[in-house]
């Protein structure tokens, strides 16, 4: 399909534009443009594991180097890479980092409506593994960047183009070795932009536009418990499966304590407004509602709104003997925890291990330990994102509810950047795929999320 026709379904399917600022670029043909580039970008299979980020640097090195950005790959081994693209400004403020990862989550082909790497059209959407997490977002980025270069506009600050391997998996340390090894050319940079939150969508209405600007670290454990072998005719009572399993249940049915961080604050008391009774003055005064049993239970009673109070953990994986009638000599379980900016992972391990009322079992943390962070909105990059939404749809509020999960976000702003995840799609329920079956993005959301992107990068980076 070429890209005269991709531009005619995307216009038959897209509302009238809102109106753009003079001298602003065609965002129709920039679409039209963009649409191939997202096609052959989902066509490069960047599973990870084992990832091979590296085809997918080089695709980016070769789309900079035609337009004459400067830009280097940074070979992590493997087949895994970074690439780093640059738009000098003129010094006046430090640069805007605009971040995405390049790996994609493993697949079930046979559970797809179409190929999950071919890229295809179909029903006004681009689909393939990466769709929204997070290819879709690179290409905005992407794009941006050209369009200001094409634009021959001068800026304030450096726009900074940084594409990730392993975000998914965290093995191959994308963005750590750019923070450890290659930091000096990130040049000190203020802002991020990266994935993270979108806006939300109900009844075919944007309800809000959210802004990611903290979430919570992982911390990942393996939980070992030894015991005696032997034939599963005879049961051990102090086995490794009965250890593990005791163990385990003491540990999900201890409580984390309770704690409202300042973003969780300010997204309760945004919400407020549009709730009714004890849930709106539980949710206008959080802090008040938690010294409150009917209202506290009232906050609690949804899962999200739980998590954003308080650690989590999950079990997600068991291990035990292979076979039916052995009992074995060790047996092991996987947890997925998640901290709030604030919380001492160390400390929640030495809480988490209590809990357990086993001293015989081990705590195993899968990488390294790392602290939640969260961001300011008193920064030049909240303000253009206001300024854009007003332009765009006016009266929409703008909230911040923190990510219950992970990025590599936190690595950045562990050194001081302040990051926002914040990707400008309308995503109702049933869009957002990511790490889903038949994930794709609607040509309307390239067209919409390329121009708000640019919007808010131009306008921060002080174009002109």
């Not at 959407?125 to 905005?140: E, F, N, S």
Request: charged fraction near 25%; proline fraction near 6%.
């Amino acid at each position: 399909m070429n890209a005269l026709s991709i531009l005619g379904i995307f216009l038959a399917l897209m509302p009238a534009a809102p109106a753009t600022v003079p001298g602003a670029p065609n965002f129709d043909a920039a679409t039209a443009e963009a649409v191939p580039i997202l096609q052959e970008y989902l066509r490069i299979d960047t599973t990870n594991p084992p990832g091979r980020e590296r085809a997918a640097a080089d695709f980016f090195q070769r789309l900079f180097e035609r337009e004459g950005i400067e830009s280097r790959v940074y070979d992590l081994g493997d087949g895994r890479a970074n690439v780093l693209a640059r738009l000098p400004g003129r010094g006046g403020k430090r640069p805007i980092l605009l971040l995405n990862h390049m790996d994609v989550v493993p697949v079930d082909a046979a559970r797809w409506t179409v190929p999950p790497f071919s890229g295809e059209i179909r029903d006004g959407y681009v689909w393939g593994r990466g769709a929204t997490d997070m290819k879709g977002t690179a290409i905005c980025q992407l794009m941006t960047m050209l369009l200001l270069k094409r634009s021959g506009v001068s800026l304030e600050r450096d726009v900074l183009f940084l594409g990730t391997a392993d975000e998914e998996e965290g093995k191959a340390d994308g963005v750590q070795a750019m923070v450890d090894r290659f930091r000096g050319d990130l040049r000190d940079a203020e802002l991020v932009l990266t994935e993270g939150n979108t806006l939300s969508v109900e009844n075919g209405k944007t309800v809000s536009w959210d802004v990611d600007v903290t979430e919570k670290s992982a911390l990942w454990l393996r939980v070992v418990a030894t015991g005696k072998a032997g034939h599963a005719s005879i049961p051990e009572p102090d086995g490794a499966v009965a250890r593990l399993v005791r163990g385990l249940s003491r540990i999900l049915a201890w409580e984390p304590p309770l704690r409202l961080i300042p973003a969780v604050e300010a997204y309760f008391r945004q919400l407020s407004v549009t709730e009714t009774g004890d849930l709106r003055r539980a949710l206008a005064d959080p802090r008040a509602a938690l010294g409150n049993p009917r209202l506290r239970a009232r906050l609690l009673a949804d899962p999200f709104r739980s998590a954003c109070l308080r650690a989590t953990i999950s079990v997600t994986g068991l291990k035990g003997s292979e076979k039916v009638n052995v009992i074995p000599g060790e047996a092991s379980a996987l947890l997925d925890c998640r901290l709030l900016p604030g919380d001492d992972p160390q400390a929640f391990l030495a809480q988490l291990a209590k809990a357990a009322g086993d001293p015989a079992l081990r705590f195993e943390p899968q990488g390294a330990l790392s602290r939640a962070t969260e961001s300011s909105i008193d920064t030049d990059l909240f303000r253009a994102i206001l300024r854009a939404r007003d332009r765009f749809e006016p009266g929409v509020p703008v909230l911040t509810p923190p990510l219950t999960s992970s990025t590599d976000a936190t690595l950045l702003r562990q050194i001081g950047m302040v990051v926002y995840g914040f990707e400008p799609f309308h995503l109702a329920e049933d869009d957002d795929r990511s790490h889903g079956d038949d994930e794709r993005l609607s040509l309307a959301n390239v067209r919409f999320g390329l121009e708000v992107t640019y919007a808010v990068v131009s306008d921060v980076a002080g174009a002109r």
